[in-house]
């Protein structure tokens, strides 16, 4: 195939010519080409108007489209030059997410031109993509940088929030362990301030010679008076029994329900309505005088010598001396156990004191009275108390709820209130010890979680009197985590001031809280009074045996045993509680290893005693006094091991918030890039000759038919007759011959004219 170049360089001329000749008839046509490459081509006739041609071809490294249309006389050749690699240059910058964009065509002057400005084209995309690359490469190797560092930052962050969270979580138990250890240091501290004293009346008493009876106890001692479960009883002297369901109604407290005042004449019987297993509530008056024999003993006995005499029963002769009633009356408790003997109570209306004489006998199986004078009868004078105050708390009095702040979940700061006595108890002392309340905030609707982030903080309010009534008339938060509580008189003020009344103390209690928990705390102020309350034993000619470091002391003049200070409190002075609490154990109770702290011994010689209690147990209380009489004589024992001392909890240690790396603060922008493009092309327009007239044959001749003529018929195996010599065929011949020759006469003529 030629080139489009050598197409171009010359413009071809020629002729096609077509004959087609029937029998009758002759046509001549004329055929117009185009060649592939847009050269001129010329036909000796037009057959129809202006048609188009397209022709594809490759030269050298590009690809060649030409399109060939009419124009008036001209024609108008479009050659497109497309280069393989401006394609392959496109495409991969497509594919890298470079922007092509395709401009307006543009004319070249030549196929060189064309070729030229697609190689220009194709570098210039080459040379922008190349570039896109590395911008690319390092946008994103600067955005992964930034990413990992944004990752690594977050996940420090998140463990640092999970550290954080860890911690809270043992912060909050470590707060309260720590209140734990507190409560168990001050209890340790308590106890082992109670062990030393303790520790020191032992050793003390094993050191000192002078208690070698007492140390020898079990070597001189020859009576054995101890707890008689299955005794059974009988009271002679007496016909004024309380009912069952009087002393019920009666007993609200072991000192209460001795309060004779409350007695009705319905409560009392004339037959016990207890068996003789039970311990018998009775109504006495000052004056009386009964007896109460107990049998059935099988723990009791007598040594005489080398011999043991069982005790088979045991009768206590009681006249009761003394009442502080108008009336005169009290009520006694004959116990079914005769170590634990009696007690006796009445209303406190003077300034009298409950006192009862006792004369003790024992007796063998035979019904024998054992001589006390031959014997060493030791018994124990235990339970001698002396207070010179009641402790209590302001029962009839209660405090204001408290008010706490904090926030919610949406940050909003909201209040929350708790009343430790909407339950509709009140304040109360149990075993000397206050009860507690403890609580939590109520912040209706508001969703509030407390933590070291959020803690709750007291709201302390002061309170002024309207005229008719207390109102809160100032608020202030404050950060203390415990407020005292005033009293009516104050208007129930909450706050840290030291609330008094009338130069008196006015704190009826304390509120405490962990602000990072949310617990509440309200401990009601132990108070004491001024009423002193004093027991005591004359024990008349029996002798006093002293226990070493006892609060017990024996007057020769008087011959009465008693405590010449408070032994029930260790708040005025004494060295053991009187009560057991939960948090120390007390000396007036006959397990307690301190027993023998409030009592003394007594070698009985007569058995004749007098017991005494003097003033009310407390305000507005009866007086009571309990006396047991039995052979444990309570003596320092080894209190044994050093408390052990409450281990500290460990607080956790606070996660180190993390050091984060850098981020950048211009990140990096993703890069874009754009190209344009366009096709070129080479346009060229060739005028087209004039058209020569067509040409009209001349009609041609048409022969006459001839006749042909009838045969005769021949006979049998006639010959065949020669035709006649007409002259007929040579003159057609002479006619077709004549005609070609003026044709081609013609030609001739129009060859020579173009030539």
């Not at 009445?346 to 004191?353: E, H, I, N, Q, R």
């Not at 004078?381 to 402790?391: D, E, F, I, K, R």
């Not at 009839?396 to 909003?412: F, I």
């Not at 905030?441 to 509030?448: I, N």
Request: hydrophobic share 30%.
């Amino acid at each position: 195939m030629k080139s489009y170049r050598e197409q171009c360089s010359k413009q071809e001329k020629f002729s096609i010519r077509k004959l087609s000749v029937g029998v009758v008839s002759l046509a001549v046509a004329g055929l117009a080409t185009v060649n592939t490459y847009g050269a001129e081509v010329k036909a000796d006739e037009e057959t129809g108007p202006a048609t188009e041609v397209t022709a594809t071809d490759t030269v050298a490294s590009s690809k060649l489209t030409s399109t060939t249309v009419t124009e008036g006389n001209k024609t108008v050749t479009t050659t497109y030059v497309e280069s393989p690699e401006l394609e392959k240059a496109k495409a991969a910058a497509v594919a890298e997410g470079v922007t092509v964009t395709e401009e307006a065509e543009k004319v070249q002057p030549s196929i060189a031109a064309a070729e030229a400005d697609n190689k220009a084209q194709t570098a210039e995309i080459n040379t922008v993509v190349e570039n896109y690359k590395k911008a690319k490469a390092e946008y994103e190797a600067k955005s992964q940088e930034i990413t990992l560092i944004e990752k690594r930052n977050a996940e420090a962050e998140a463990k640092y929030k999970s550290e954080l969270a860890t911690y809270n979580e043992k912060r909050e138990q470590y707060e309260l362990d720590f209140l734990s250890y507190q409560a168990k240091l001050a209890q340790y501290q308590e106890l082992l301030k109670q062990y030393k004293i303790a520790k020191k009346m032992y050793d003390s008493y094993m050191e000192d010679n002078g208690f070698s009876d007492l140390k020898n106890l079990e070597t001189v001692q020859d009576l054995t008076f101890q707890r008689e479960t299955n005794a059974i009883h009988q009271i002679d002297g007496i016909n004024t029994y309380l009912t069952k369901d009087a002393q019920a109604r009666l007993n609200t407290s072991n000192v209460h329900q001795y309060d004779s005042n409350k007695l009705m004449s319905s409560d009392i019987v004339s037959t016990s309505p207890w068996t003789n297993r039970e311990t018998e509530y009775i109504l006495v008056r000052e004056g009386d005088k009964f007896v109460v024999t107990y049998d059935n003993l099988n723990k009791s006995s007598m040594r005489e010598n080398v011999n043991v005499n069982p005790i088979k029963r045991v009768i206590y002769r009681y006249e009761i001396i003394s009442l502080p009633s108008n009336d005169g009356k009290g009520i006694a408790a004959v116990s079914a156990d005769p170590t634990v003997t009696l007690t006796v109570g009445a209303s406190t209306d003077k300034l009298k004191p409950v006192k009862v004489a006792v004369d003790v006998e024992f007796y063998d199986g035979n019904g024998l009275r054992f001589d006390l004078t031959k014997h060493n009868a030791i018994v124990a004078l235990n339970s001698l108390n002396h207070w010179t105050g009641a402790s209590y708390v302001e029962s009839g009095d209660k405090p204001r709820a408290l008010t706490v702040e904090a926030k919610d979940k949406n940050g909003n700061t909201v209040r929350g209130t708790w009343n430790p006595y909407a339950d509709g108890s009140s304040m109360s002392i149990e075993h000397n010890a206050v009860v507690v309340k403890n609580g939590i905030p109520d912040f209706g609707s508001a969703e509030v979680t407390i933590s070291a982030e959020n803690p709750i903080k007291i709201v302390a309010q002061k309170t002024t009197f309207n005229g008719s009534e207390f109102v809160v008339s100032e608020e202030t938060v404050i950060d203390a985590t415990s407020v005292n509580v005033s009293g009516t008189g104050n208007g129930h003020n909450i706050g840290t001031d030291n609330y008094t009344l009338n130069g008196k103390d006015d704190i009826i209690g304390v509120y405490t809280i962990n602000s990072t928990t949310g617990e509440l705390t309200f401990t009601p102020k132990k108070k004491f009074e001024t009423l002193e309350h004093i027991e005591s034993v004359n024990i008349g000619n029996n002798k006093y045996i002293a226990i070493p470091n006892s609060s017990v002391s024996y007057d020769p003049t008087t011959k009465e045993v008693k405590s010449l200070k408070d032994n029930q409190y260790i708040e005025h002075g004494s060295a053991f509680n009187g009560e057991t609490s939960s948090a120390l154990e007390g000396w007036d109770n006959p397990d307690s290893k301190y027993l023998y702290y409030g009592g003394a011994g007594l070698k009985m010689l007569d058995g004749h005693l007098v017991f005494t209690a003097n003033g009310a147990n407390a305000k507005g209380q009866p007086t009571v006094y309990w006396f047991a009489i039995n052979s444990e004589v309570a003596v320092p024992k080894n209190p044994g091991k050093e408390p052990e001392k409450p281990t500290a909890p460990i607080p956790p240690t606070a996660p180190t918030p993390p050091t984060l790396e850098v981020v950048p603060n211009a990140k990096p922008v993703k890069p874009e890039a754009r190209v344009k493009w366009h096709k070129n092309k080479v346009v060229r327009k060739t005028e087209i000759p004039p058209t020569p007239t067509s040409y009209t044959p001349p009609t041609p001749i048409v022969p006459p038919t001839p006749e042909i003529p009838e045969q005769p018929v021949q006979p049998a195996q006639p010959q065949t007759p020669a035709l006649p010599n007409t002259g007929t065929e040579s003159s057609t011949v002479a006619v077709l011959a004549g005609a070609m020759t003026g044709l081609f006469g013609l030609g001739l003529a129009r060859k020579k004219k173009e030539d």
